[in-house]
T-cell receptor
C-alpha cells in the first residue's frame, strides 16, 4: 500500500530537549516536504526536498533542521524545541514538484 | 511572494445543496498549479481537485468543480449535491516549479442533514 508514514503520532516534550520526527514514503517519490498547521494560519511549509541531498527552506524554517540522505526518508529535527513550536506537523511526498502530494497522518507535538 | 487567501472561515450547507468556497491568490508567476485539499476530522489531508494554470478548462472531479479565473487570480471550489461526508476543513493551495507550496487559511464546511 502506497503511504507516507510519520512517527510518532503524538509527542509531549519539554523546552530544549532535542527531538526528531521521522517521515518515510514507499512510493519512490523525489519530492518531500514538511508543514506545520496552526489554527487560523492553515498549513505553512517548513522545509522541502527536491531529491536526495537537496533541501531548501520553506516559509517557516526557523528552529528546524532536515536531512535527506535516502530517497525514502525525510526526518524533521528540532534541536532545541520551544513552546511556539507546539503544532500539528505533516510530512508529504510527490513524484514531482507540481504533482499530487500524499500526506502522512500528522504528528501532534506539544512543547511544555 | 505568493499568497493565498480564503476569506470564508466557516460555511454551512444543507445536504444535497450546492456550496461554493472562495480562494484568491497573488503571484507574478505565469505557470503554476492550484489545488483544493480536504481535511476531515481524522486530520488526514486528501486531494480534492487540481488545476493547471495553463489550462483554460476548469477541472472537474465528480461532484467537485472549480471556477478558475486566471486574470482575477481566483480559484473557487463548487461542491454539488453536498453529502454529510463532505464536512471538513478545505484548503486552497498554490505551487509553482520552484517547489514552495503555499496554503490558504482554510474554510470549515459543515453539511447539515
Amino acid at each position: 500500500e502506497a503511504q507516507v508514514t510519520q512517527n510518532p503520532r503524538y509527542l509531549i516534550t519539554v523546552t530544549g530537549k532535542k527531538l526528531t520526527v521521522t517521515c518515510s514514503q514507499n512510493m519512490n517519490h523525489e519530492y518531500m516536504s514538511w508543514y506545520r498547521q496552526d489554527p487560523g494560519l492553515g498549513l505553512r511549509q517548513i522545509y522541502y526536498s527536491m531529491n536526495v541531498e537537496v533541501t531548501d527552506k520553506g516559509d517557516v524554517p526557523e528552529g528546524y533542521k532536515v536531512s535527506r540522505k535516502e530517497k525514502r526518508n525525510f526526518p524533521l529535527i528540532l534541536e532545541s524545541p520551544s513552546p511556539n513550536q507546539t503544532s500539528l506537523y505533516f510530512c508529504a511526498s510527490s513524484n514531482g514538484v507540481v504533482n499530487i502530494q500524499y500526506f502522512g497522518a500528522g504528528t501532534r507535538l506539544s512543547v511544555l | 511572494a505568493q499568497t493565498v487567501t480564503q476569506s470564508q472561515p466557516e460555511m454551512s450547507v444543507q445536504e444535497a445543496e450546492t456550496v461554493t468556497l472562495s480562494c484568491t491568490y497573488d503571484t507574478s508567476e505565469n505557470n503554476y498549479y492550484l489545488f483544493w485539499y480536504k481535511q476531515p476530522p481524522s486530520r488526514q489531508m486528501i486531494l480534492v481537485i487540481r488545476q493547471e494554470a495553463y489550462k483554460q478548462q476548469n477541472a472537474t472531479e465528480n461532484r467537485f468543480s472549480v471556477n478558475f479565473q486566471k486574470a482575477a487570480k481566483s480559484f473557487s471550489l463548487k461542491i454539488s449535491d453536498s453529502q454529510l461526508g463532505d464536512t471538513a476543513m478545505y484548503f486552497c493551495a498554490f505551487i509553482w516549479s520552484y517547489g514552495k507550496l503555499t496554503f490558504g487559511q482554510g474554510t470549515i464546511l459543515t453539511v447539515h442533514p
